[in-house]
């Protein structure tokens, strides 16, 4: 009797295994969107930070975003069980801070570039000397970032588990959270030391075909790296505004529907339609966010002039 309750066990164990990988592979493919974004905006998030301290910056963000995972899968769990109704809202508040951040670094950008002769060179002095709150400052702001998309990762595996058992649905919700935290990282690692290890490859001794050939790449990857990490930062402010433009549509089915019935129109089109129909609801999407970040900001700016 026993072995028969043990062998049942197994294979209750085994069906929730294949659904889990099952699952997990339906997850991967939805969020492998959000998960491109993720590592754009992560990998120029850690930029800016001095060589040696490159790696332990991008694992303090790591661990930081295995604490919002840890906090993400029980709480989207708990809402869906017993107020489904919350997520919407509150994946929209998320993009809405994203479309603000985004906009933020835009803002100050622009203005710190256009106020260049006025800067301070005593006041530059202590920031830069001060790398110790810049690197807190900087990984503050990754993690926070690492928060709303994540969230998203862990909403859109919801939905794809929503009608499967509650065991499934934690053990596949573990499953992305923890490969896919993996990947993003050990990606955004690699990344910043891209340039490292042309280095080590152009400071090899010898003259066989393959050591030549490593020098030829090393040289190529320290000239790439800065224009590489440029590029991420660029890459990664617009993918705020489309991944937090693409939330808030989402969840406005109006501006959605008119979304889609834009792209739908310019499939029609000769030659160029199918093209335009696939990048169109992202070009929309961005729009809407950088402009929801336009107004996230003045509406900041108000708050803080009414507190003042």
Request: overall charge neutral; some cysteine; hydrophobic content about 55%.
């Amino acid at each position: 009797m026993a072995g028969v309750s043990l062998l049942a066990l197994l294979d209750d164990i085994a069906a929730i295994l294949d659904d889990v990988a099952l699952m997990s592979k339906v997850a991967a493919k939805k969020t492998a969107g959000v998960l491109g974004d993720d590592l754009a905006l992560n990998a120029q998030q850690v930029s800016g930070v001095s060589a040696d301290r490159e790696l332990p910056v991008v694992w303090a963000v790591a661990k930081g975003s295995f604490k919002n995972k840890c906090i993400l899968v029980p709480g989207a769990l708990l809402i869906s069980a017993f107020i489904p109704w919350a997520i919407t809202p509150l994946l929209m508040f998320g993009g809405l801070f994203l479309c603000y951040e985004g906009f933020e670094k835009v803002y100050h950008s622009y203005k710190h570039r256009n106020t260049k002769a006025e800067i301070d060179p005593e006041k530059l002095a202590e920031a830069v000397a001060d790398l110790q709150a810049f690197e807190k400052k900087k990984i503050a702001g990754a993690i926070r970032t690492d928060f709303v998309l994540s969230a998203e990762i862990i909403a859109i595996t919801l939905g794809v588990v929503a009608q499967s058992s509650f065991a499934t649905q934690v053990f596949t919700l573990s499953a992305i959270a923890i490969l896919m935290t993996i990947g993003v990282y050990g990606l955004v690692a690699a990344i910043v030391k891209l340039d490292d290890f042309g280095l080590f490859l152009t400071r090899r001794e010898g003259v066989s075909v393959g050591v030549r050939f490593g020098h030829w790449l090393g040289a190529k990857l320290v000239n790439a790296a800065p224009y590489l990490m440029r590029g991420l930062t660029v890459i990664g402010t617009i993918a705020m505004f489309m991944v937090g433009g693409g939330i808030l549509t989402h969840g406005l089915h109006l501006v959605s529907e008119v979304i889609n019935h834009i792209a739908a129109l310019v499939e029609g089109l000769v030659v160029v339609g199918p093209v335009l129909a696939f990048i169109t609801p992202s070009l929309l999407n961005t729009l809407f966010g950088l402009m929801a970040g336009a107004v996230a900001l003045m509406a900041m700016n108000m708050l803080q002039r009414v507190k003042n």
